[in-house]
């Protein structure tokens, strides 16, 4: 079992940014893949970004290609979600997720339906 806890959103102006982490416990965090993703109001939840267990691969959703960044930090046993110039229709709900996965350590995964466990969320709001 794996206990996620996201934690770092709040209301941010447009053009603003926002650093979100994702604290795990409960197993050796590098043997998971992790991700983050987003659920405005209405919508269905959405990729956002992926981190291979290495750290050394990443994979970004075409809407926040080159503002977001994730990173980890395995020792730390956080994920992290480093969103810059942040726009009203990043608004959402925002959940990171981990895969227990032994393969390459460079493999990332997109699809909600791959991961394991999830956090409970943290709120992003952007005012325009």
């Known amino acids: 079992q794996v206990q996620l806890v996201e934690s770092g959103g709040g209301l941010a102006q447009a053009g603003g940014s926002l650093r979100l982490s994702c604290a795990a416990s409960?197993?050796?965090?590098?043997?998971?893949?992790t991700g983050w993703f987003r659920q405005a109001p209405g919508k269905e939840r959405e990729f956002v970004a992926a981190?291979?267990?290495?750290?050394?691969?990443?994979y970004y959703a075409d809407s926040v290609k080159g503002r977001v960044t994730i990173s980890r930090d395995n020792a730390k046993i956080t994920v992290y979600l480093q969103m810059n110039s942040l726009k009203p229709e990043d608004t959402a709900v925002y959940y990171c997720?981990?895969?227990?996965?032994?393969?390459?350590?460079?493999?990332?995964?997109?699809?909600?339906?791959?991961?394991?466990?999830w956090g409970q969320g943290t709120q992003v709001t952007v005012s325009s």
């Open positions: 997720a981990v895969k227990l996965y032994s393969g390459s350590s460079a493999r990332t995964f997109v699809g909600e339906y791959e991961y394991d466990y």
């Open positions: 409960g197993r050796t965090f590098s043997s998971y893949t």
């Open positions: 981190i291979s267990r290495s750290g050394g691969n990443t």
